[in-house]
Structures are given as structure tokens and as C-alpha cells.
């Protein structure tokens, strides 16, 4: 059973460095499973290799979104610099997915790919979790009370809030 943090909790930020790595796929021809399926059993097969070997950079748990014909994997990393590393490195599994799909499916639309790479910074990461077990960035930093960064997202993000919370506290 997952264990819920009663109340407003915020990640313990510590985001200086971090990396929020968006990356998926979009069914573009659901018709022609045989250009789009290698492409879907490619991302477990580097998850798992992850997971395994945490000094390559993944930090926490990655999720997996499903809505429609896109798929969405959500990771944090520890750095750009082992982001960058795992993507190029001929020892990993991405690289050689990444040049199967470029050579096979690359340019006829039967399948979408997409990454999205957000530099993370404590100047910049505003969270709240009401009621939620550890999820997001607070899965891989921990969390606390949000009164210990504050009561609002401006206060949370380390500027002068003089507004009374919208919500009261809890």
C-alpha cells in the first residue's frame, strides 16, 4: 500500500542541477504496428538498464503516461552531463535504438518521437502535494511541510508574498 503525507507537503527542493527529462512516442499509424512496435519495446528495454545501473544518472522512479496514441516517460536525472552521456554512449541501449529508428522509420510518419530536457534550479522549482504519497520531484528529494517554504507558490519560490494564502493552510 502506498503511504499518503497528510496535508501540504513541497519537494526539499535540492533541484540545483537536476534534470527533468520528458520522452515518448505517438502512434501516428496504428495500422502498421511493424514500423511503430520496435520503437515501443525500446523504452523498457533502456528503463530496465537504468534502474539497474544508477550510476549512469537516472535518480527516482520513472512514470509512464498513456493518453490517446502518445506514450510519456517521465525521469529525473542527476545531471545534463550523465543525461547527454547515456544518450551518445556505445555501450548503452539508447544509442543503438536511436539509429535503428533512424534508419527504418525516421521520415515515413508511421511513429513520433519526441524529449523534452527541463534544466531544474532551486530559484525555479515552486511544488506543493496535498494529501499525495512521495511523487515527482519530491520522490526523488524528499519532501517537508510546505510552511517550511512557504504557504504560496511565491513564497515557495523564495519571493516576498504579502498576500494572505488563497486557501487556508492545512
Known amino acids: 500500500m502506498t503511504t499518503l503525507l497528510q496535508g501540504r507537503h513541497s519537494a526539499n527542493v535540492g533541484a540545483d542541477g537536476k534534470v527533468l527529462f520528458l520522452i515518448g512516442m505517438r502512434f501516428n499509424q496504428l495500422w502498421k504496428p511493424w514500423k511503430w512496435f520496435p520503437v515501443f519495446v525500446a523504452m523498457p528495454r533502456m528503463l530496465i538498464e537504468l534502474q539497474k545501473n544508477r550510476e549512469l544518472g537516472l535518480v527516482g522512479k520513472p ?15 542527476e545531471s545534463f552531463e550523465k543525461l547527454a552521456a547515456y544518450s551518445r554512449s556505445h555501450e548503452s541501449a539508447h544509442l543503438p535504438a536511436w539509429r535503428r529508428f533512424n534508419a527504418k522509420v525516421r521520415n515515413n510518419g508511421s511513429v513520433g518521437i519526441f524529449h523534452e530536457t527541463i534544466l531544474l534550479s532551486d530559484a525555479t522549482v515552486e511544488t506543493v502535494y496535498g494529501n499525495m504519497p512521495l511523487f515527482g520531484l519530491a520522490a526523488v528529494t524528499g519532501a517537508v511541510p510546505a510552511i517550511q517554504r512557504g504557504q504560496s507558490a511565491k513564497s515557495r519560490l523564495g519571493e516576498n508574498d ?9
Open 63 to 77: 512514470r509512464t503516461y498513456l493518453s490517446g496514441r502518445t506514450v510519456l516517460v517521465w525521469q529525473y536525472w
Open 162 to 170: 504579502t498576500q494572505p494564502p488563497a486557501v487556508e493552510p492545512y
